[in-house]
């Protein structure tokens, strides 16, 4: 049996360093744990709520958060920042208020930063959410696919797969498609791999998108 291992948690101290950082109790840990996803579901339903845009990407790369005891810092990687700079000041304050009300914290103060990512489409979150789109609009998987990596081609990427799961284009049997462009060598450690897992609803069901981009080797 194939044993599988989530790419980034395989390479954590090598290649990839965690998305959170802090330090708590045995006994208060998973209080850290549950603050850390709902300051992460906040962020993401409010720019999910605010934002419009056509192609149906919200362009969140990732959501670092670092605590100290009276201070959280988060830390949002953008690819399309379109709405905070639009009105920058008043919508990352309404983000502050809405993820302040959800965490309930009067002791600590709260800061938010919005750090812009150049090529975007070199980042598997942002092509899951670019597949996303297209499934939703009935666009064919294999076309879906084949423009993901078409767009990740105009960036430094050595080498790419994508695999979409599930009852693709509305078919009885639920089945797997995968593609890969270039080198992908998962099973070394020095090679930085960046990985995305991805669900998407449709109208006949849901299907998984699985991206993983192969960076560079150390």
């Known amino acids: 049996m194939g044993q599988k291992i989530n790419p980034l948690g395989f390479r954590i101290g090598t290649t990839q360093d965690h998305h959170s950082t802090w330090f708590a109790q045995p006994k208060n840990y998973s209080e850290g744990l549950q603050e850390d996803q709902k300051i992460r579901n906040c962020i993401k339903n409010y720019i999910h709520k605010n934002m419009r845009i056509s192609s149906g990407v919200e362009g969140i790369v990732r959501i670092e958060i670092r605590k100290r005891i009276d201070l959280i810092q988060v830390i949002i990687y953008m690819g399309f920042p379109k709405f905070l700079l639009e009105s920058r000041t008043r919508r990352v304050e309404e983000l502050k208020m809405d993820v ?116 560079d080797e150390e």
Not at 163 to 171: C, E, F, L, N
Not at 183 to 188: A, F, H, I, K, Y
């Open 100 to 215: 302040q009300k959800e965490l309930n914290c009067v002791n600590r103060k709260l800061n938010i930063a919005i750090k812009r990512i150049t090529n975007p489409y070199g980042h598997p979150n942002i092509l899951a959410e670019f597949i996303a789109g297209q499934l939703k609009n009935r666009v064919s998987f294999r076309k879906a696919m084949k423009k993901a990596i078409e767009l990740t081609e105009q960036t430094d990427t050595k080498g790419i797969q994508v695999q979409i799961a599930g009852r693709i284009d509305g078919k009885e049997i639920a089945r797997v498609e995968w593609i890969r462009e270039g080198r992908v060598p998962l099973q070394t450690i020095r090679a930085k791999i960046d990985y995305c897992s991805y669900t998407v609803r449709t109208v006949y069901g849901v299907l998984g998108i699985k991206i993983w981009i192969f960076r």
